[in-house]
Nanobody, 113 residues
């Protein structure tokens, strides 16, 4: 069993930055296989970024060059640094463990002036 708890969401102006964190507890010994999804109002949940099983990273085209995923194995925490935020980035952001199929509860990110 794996538990995921997101934090760091909030309201930010266009062009601003936020850093999300996802703390993982349970039978997890690496941040590999952890990633982020988001769901905007009225839309399907979509992939944002992941740390792959081999430790590489993949990103959705819509966030490449603006978002950076990273992890700290000593803290069992994965981060999503979001820069140059746009109104279309507004969504609930969810952390996911791809191996266990577990989700966090989500954290709201709102980009608005």
């Amino acid at each position: 069993q794996v538990q995921l708890v997101e934090s760091g969401g909030g309201l930010v102006q266009p062009g601003g930055s936020l850093r999300l964190a996802c703390a993982v507890s349970g039978r997890v010994f690496s941040v590999n296989g952890l990633g982020w999804y988001r769901q905007a109002p009225g839309k399907q949940r979509e992939f944002v970024a992941v740390i792959t099983g081999s430790g590489g990273t993949n990103y959705a085209d819509s966030v490449k060059g603006r978002f950076t995923i990273s992890g700290d194995n000593t803290k069992n925490t994965v981060y999503l640094q979001m820069n140059s935020l746009k109104p279309e980035d507004t969504a609930v952001y969810y952390c996911k463990h791809f191996g266990f199929g577990s989700w966090g509860q989500g954290t709201q990110v709102t980009v608005s002036s």
